[in-house]
């Protein structure tokens, strides 16, 4: 594969973040129309969502070593610093329940937001492919080969195959908006198909981490991957909670003093 000739051009990945968040904004929309929910608290807890999204993309990642001296001061990281998937998905889940509380909203939106969230993130990290780092030696001859020019800008190994992490991941998840969208009017409980979309993206960005060049932190792991494992507990309690049976319906009286079976 070609090297990147974009790399480290940060206004190539924000279009492409913008046109993500654009998307996955009409997605929404589409969704809230089709399902005849005419409720403008939806909006302002679609707007919660973004900025709280924003936030933690950003300051999710910033405590980065154990002993705070080492750690950039949060202005600094505010300007310069990483962003983070999965800080933002969380923010986001915040910034919708601070959403629902502020319009005193209660019913579950996580089923409008998934094939949203889903198709956004696979756009925005074609903007990832394009600019940042790959991920580690494919060992074979093939994968994104980076001129001495980008290996120096981006800090990888120049002239070497390396595996197309964001590549992988956007086809993930293009395939998951995929999936959901057939199968958003087919789960049995509402918020189901947010929680079953988030349990695949959690074990797909465990495995893909191995390939990534995310610095491994402790016992071979990256942050990310301990961050997965630290939620696994609740994933793993939400996940059993969609596998469990419905409640056997209470049987209907008949108009003949009998049962309605």
């Known amino acids: 594969m070609i090297g990147l000739p974009a790399a480290g051009d940060g206004v190539v990945h924000a279009v492409f973040v913008a046109l993500g968040i654009a998307a996955g904004i009409a997605v929404f929309a589409w969704e809230v129309r089709r399902r ?15 900025a709280f999204g924003a936030i933690g993309s950003r300051v999710g990642t910033w405590w980065q070593q154990v002993d705070p001296s080492a750690n950039d001061t949060l202005a600094q990281w505010w300007m310069d610093g990483n962003r983070s998937v999965l800080a933002g998905l969380v923010g986001a889940w915040i910034g919708v329940h601070v959403g629902k509380l502020i319009t005193r909203y209660s019913p579950s939106t996580g089923d409008l937001f998934a094939p949203a969230v889903a198709l956004a993130i ?14 580690h030696p494919t060992g074979g001859d093939w ?9 120096a800008a981006l800090g990888g190994p120049a002239g070497v195959g390396l595996h197309p992490t964001y590549l992988y991941e956007a086809l993930f998840q293009i395939a998951a908006f995929a999936v959901l969208w057939r199968m958003r009017d087919r ?26 060049a995310n610095e491994q932190v402790w016992l071979g792991l990256t ?7 630290v939620m696994l507990p609740l994933l793993a309690w939400r996940v059993v909670r969609i596998a469990r049976p419905l409640p056997a319906a209470s049987p209907v009286p008949s108009p003949l003093g009998g049962r309605d079976d």
């Open 122 to 135: 696979g756009i925005g990290r074609i903007g990832c492919l394009l600019t940042e780092l790959p991920g």
């Open 143 to 151: 994968g994104i080969i980076l001129t001495p020019e980008h290996a």
């Open 223 to 229: 942050r990310p991957q301990w961050f997965l494992l």
């Open 187 to 212: 789960m049995r409980r509402p918020g189901e198909l947010f929680v079953a979309y988030v349990a695949a993206y959690a074990l797909f960005r465990f495995l893909v981490e191995f390939a990534r």
């Open 36 to 50: 005849g929910l005419h409720d403008d608290r939806l909006w302002i807890i679609a707007g919660t969502c973004l």
